[in-house]
Structure formats: structure tokens, C-alpha cells
């Protein structure tokens, strides 16, 4: 049987799903549903300080998809590319019934679920009333969010990524909790390991790759964003490549683990992270629409792959892939022996391949497509544009 549990912090998970800060986890309550759902952890939706409080008035609605729709009559059957976008912001809790919520969770889940805490303030001050306030509460883990994609008064600075001043605000996090924690670092910035190298330096025990972009969209007839109106959280499952990157580029530079959170929709996608260097996956926008049990899915998908390949631990897994990806300059160039074939059976002579061919080597014959190998460039375009698959690459 392999053996799904991990250390993130020096606090055992059971396993490596966690439940991000965000909607799912806005309560004690639904907290509870993450855990009995299967994920090892919860993370809060996080306290703003007294500066956000803004944040605690959510607007109606907050939520909209782009390009989401199931397929008919297969409900199971959801895209992988859409964009969840939403202004949700903070708990709706302030300090005190926050610290109280807290213990609640932890109250109601027990030994069965690691609990997180996750604080994000604007002022030095309200970091350490945060700390001093979560330090007297049942929290196994805290993170510090410092990369909320939408909060308009609060972390900006921060969450864009100025080295500058998050090691100062882990400097001072690390002098006040009692906790051990991570810090959750923002993509839009230039260079997000950087950054994760200076929180590790500045004491972070782990730190979180990473929050959401953001961004909007334009309704033309409007000439106004859709939806509340203004810039909000921006992601979902086709961010997955890029969050895949900046793990894999923190991995081996950090001594600290990473918790991985960016494109999470399935059970492989825990698998790649951990393939880069993740210790813990976190997601949001699939608990969000595939609902909370999905956790129990994933862990079935992730015991029967480690089973099929042997895996005994995710120890055996972890950057594994990360030593595979070549730098650009490293790429093998002008491959002499792969060439393109065209499987006629599957060929319908729909002429997609033809007008996607920049190179004006594909016709359309009687029995399906023809390449000529002499104008041929060997891209691979056609190979995926064909709806039959008709095309496949070649080597000898």
C-alpha cells in the first residue's frame, strides 16, 4: 500500500491535498466538509487586518466563469482551460471571531486534519496583534498571505512581490507567532523564487507557490468589466504549466518545502507537483466546482498510479521531474530523423491541417491528407489541430 503522508513545517498531512484559503474554507463548518471530503488540511480564509475590512462585505455576485461549460449529458465531464474569476477577498470574521472559528475547526476536525490560519495585514502593527491573537488558538500552521491578487488597500506592495519588504514582515511574523508557518508568495512579480529565497532567509519555515494572478474582463457592449467592476483573482486549471515552473525552479534552491497551489484539477496534477518539488498541493477553484469529496478521488487516482509504478512513498516522487526539464539553449534542434505521417484510416478530409500548414506542404488527395516531406517543417501543428488525431509524429 503506498503511503501518502507528507511533513510540510514539521507537521505531518496524511496526505498531500490541502484545501486552499478561499471560499470552501470560510468556516468551521465547511472547513469540517474539506476534511471529511479527504484533504490532509485546511487553510482559512484569511484575516485582513482592521485596514481591510473592507474586504468583509462581499460583493453579489463575486463569481464568474469564462469558458466553463460540461459537456451535455456527461456532468463529470468539465473542461480543463477555463478562468475562474471572483473578488472575494477576506474571512468575513473579525479578530476575536476568527481566533474562536479557529478553534472551532480544529475542535470539530481533531487529529483527522491539520488546520491553518492564514493572516495578511497592512501595518506592522496589525501583524502583531494577528500573531498574538492566533498564537492563543488550537492552529497546527499558519500562512502568511502576502500575494492577495485583489485586496485594493492592503498587501499590494507585498503581494506583488517587493523583496524588500516581506522579508521585514517574516522578520517580524517570525518574532511574534508561536507558530511555525509559510508564506504565500504572489506570481506577478519578477521573480518569484527570488523572493522565496529571501522569506527562507528571513526565517519562513515553508512558503506557498502561488497565489492566483489577476485581472479582468471587458464587456464591449458595457465598455466595463463584467461582473462587480473591478480587477479581481484570476485563474484556474490552465495556469497549471505555469505554476508547474516556479516550482521546479524553487525546487533544489530553497531548504524549506513547498506548498504548490496554482491550476489544480486533478489527481495528476498533485502528481506533477510533487514530480517538481512540492511537499503539499492546495486548490481552491476545484473544490469550488467539483466539490469537496473530489479529495477522496484524487487520493483513489494518486494510491493506484503509485501502485502501478512501484511508488512506495511520494519521498520516491518528489523532484523526480524536476532534473528532466532542459533549459532552453539545451533543446535538441533540427532533429534529422522525425518526420510526419499521416494515419489515412483516421483522416475525414476536413482540411484543418491544410489551412493551419505555414508551409504549404499539405494537401487534401482521395484518400485523405498528403504531406510532402521535402516543405514539411516537421512543427507538429497539424498533429494538434487534427479532431481525428490523424497526423502523428515520427522518428527513424
Known sequence: MADLSVEFAGINFKNP?????ATPTMNAKMMKKGIEGGAAGVVAKSLFGESGKMGRKYPRPR????????????????????????????????????????????RLIGDDGVVIASLS??????????????????ADLVELNISCPFAAEMGIKMGAGAVDLAPGIVKLCKKNLALPFSV??????????????????AG??????????????????????IGWGSIGGYGGPYLIGYGLKWVSKAYGVLNIPISAVLGVWDWEDIIRYQMVGATTTQSAAAIMLRGYNISKKWIDGIKNFMERKEYKDLDEIRGIAAENIKSTKDVEREPKDVYVE????????????????????????KEGAVIDQNKCERCGMCVEVCPNRAPKIRRG
Open 184 to 201: 504565500k508568495l504572489s506570481p506577478q512579480t519578477l521573480d518569484p523564487v527570488v523572493l522565496a529565497k529571501e522569506v527562507e532567509k
Open 121 to 138: 495585514g497592512a501595518t506592522d502593527e496589525e501583524w502583531e496583534k494577528m500573531c498574538e491573537d492566533i498564537n492563543g488558538t488550537d
Open 63 to 106: 463569481f464568474k466563469l469564462f469558458d466553463y461549460r460540461g459537456y451535455p449529458g456527461y456532468p463529470d465531464r468539465l473542461p480543463h482551460s477555463f478562468t475562474l474569476h471572483s473578488l472575494e477577498e477576506c474571512s468575513s470574521f473579525d479578530y476575536e471571531d476568527y481566533a474562536k472559528d479557529i478553534n472551532e475547526t480544529k
Open 342 to 365: 499521416i494515419e489515412k484510416n483516421k483522416c475525414n478530409k476536413c482540411g484543418i491541417c491544410v489551412r493551419s500548414c505555414f508551409y504549404d506542404a499539405i494537401t487534401i488527395g
Open 17 to 21: 491535498i490541502v484545501l486552499a484559503s
Open 204 to 225: 519562513a519555515y515553508g512558503v506557498t507557490l502561488s497565489a492566483r494572478l489577476s485581472g479582468i474582463m471587458i464587456d464591449i457592449e458595457t465598455a466595463a468589466p
